[in-house]
């Protein structure tokens, strides 16, 4: 069977479910329609052909403009594209691909559309109207969580029947079992933080992580965090501006931080979660943070916003740390680090997270979707 993904060949997320795909169903082939360039070319990739943009353009960058560049390379693209595919499974729902949808449609028999919320919530009435055409088009509509689904699917009148939760699941998870203690020891030495509190601040570079929000609350109170470090995972070249204007907040304030400029492994990255003290999660928008949620895996306490659509955290018991404004961030924190969980809490967090979260609980939902 061959599957057409059409999304980001860098996301860790699509690596992640190929990857998983392939090793619990053996000759399954997987390409992916790439809507950006491969970073690495030495990745060890999981998709068996990567059909990607071939060029770079000034007019990537300009606004309105680089819509036309993108559909123009990317009608090009789909013209090397065969149409034996079985399904064609969309990840993110962007507008751009109404302007090239009769050539991208005919690739395969089915088409699914993954919502990741963004595109959604985010987007105008023009947006949406361009998004419509493949909702009506599509065999099936997922995301992560009911809420988003709901909204969805509720905006685009789209049938029950076409409506299924799917979510990733998470390989730290898996690794996070395998770390010691030793390993976290040597992780506090390596970045000199032996008998300091961790605090991670977001997971990414992106804005909707609310850093320098996050930064402005917590120096406030900068004098209980004197046995404090706060954690950024920054990766990317493209974000060395914004990497340079949280430094100086940082500085300014005189709050003890460490940037993650490399990305991870997942073994690196389940050292980091156990080694956390607090995390704080405050996005605009999200649908269900892998990251927050292999820190609930760790037993640590996240704080997060009330905000976002976590329903099925709270129907299920798991203990969240929540904000309704920036304001509340702040005391919010004292009181998560000074109170923490119960074992109890922990062991509850932990146990349903990984019911919700691990592969082997999630992968078939996602096979089932292209039989």
Not at 39 to 50: A, E, H, M, Y
Not at 164 to 175: A, K
Request: charged letters at 20%.
């Amino acid at each position: 069977m061959k599957v057409l993904f059409v999304g980001n060949a860098n996301s860790f997320l699509l690596i992640n479910l190929a990857s998983t795909l392939k090793k619990h169903y053996p000759g399954l082939q997987i390409d992916i329609l790439s809507n950006e360039r491969i970073k690495d070319s030495g990745l060890n990739s999981p998709f068996d052909t990567i059909f990607q943009i071939a060029s770079e353009s000034r007019w990537k960058n300009v606004k309105y403009l680089k819509v036309i560049w993108y559909a123009i390379q990317l009608k090009r693209l789909l013209a090397t594209i065969p149409e034996d595919y079985k399904a064609i499974h969309i990840f993110y729902i962007s507008s751009i691909y109404r302007l090239v949808w009769p050539f991208l449609k005919r690739k395969g028999k089915k088409i699914i559309l993954s919502v990741f919320g963004s595109e959604f919530y985010r987007s105008g009435k023009a947006i949406k109207r361009m998004q419509r055409q493949l909702i009506i088009d599509a065999d099936w509509v997922t995301a992560a969580n009911t809420q988003t689904l709901n909204d969805f699917c509720g905006y685009f009148s789209v049938p029950a029947q076409k409506q299924t939760i799917c979510r990733f699941g998470l390989s730290v998870i898996d690794e996070m079992q395998t770390v010691t203690e030793a390993e976290i020891n040597a992780f506090r030495q390596t970045h000199q933080i032996t008998n300091k509190h961790i605090i991670a601040c977001g997971y990414n570079a992106s804005r909707n992580q609310n850093l320098e929000k996050i930064i402005q609350q917590l120096a406030t109170i900068k004098e209980h965090l004197n046995q404090s470090v706060l954690f950024f995972q920054l990766p990317g070249t493209e974000n060395e501006l914004y990497r340079q204007t949280l430094e100086s907040l940082l500085k300014h304030n005189q709050l003890n931080y460490r940037f993650f400029i490399h990305p991870f492994t997942n073994h690196e990255l389940a050292v980091y979660r156990k080694a956390v003290d607090v995390m704080i999660q405050v996005q605009n928008t999200d649908q269900l943070s892998g990251a927050m949620s292999e820190h609930i895996s760790a037993g640590i306490p996240v704080i997060t916003g009330a905000w976002l659509p976590y329903k099925i955290l709270d129907d299920e018991g798991i203990r969240l740390f929540k904000i309704n404004r920036f304001e509340e961030l702040a005391s919010v924190l004292l009181n998560a680090m000074e109170k923490g969980l119960t074992c109890d809490q922990q062991q509850q967090n932990t146990r349903k997270i990984n019911q919700l979260c691990q592969w082997q609980n999630t992968i078939t939902h996602w096979y089932n979707l292209y039989q």
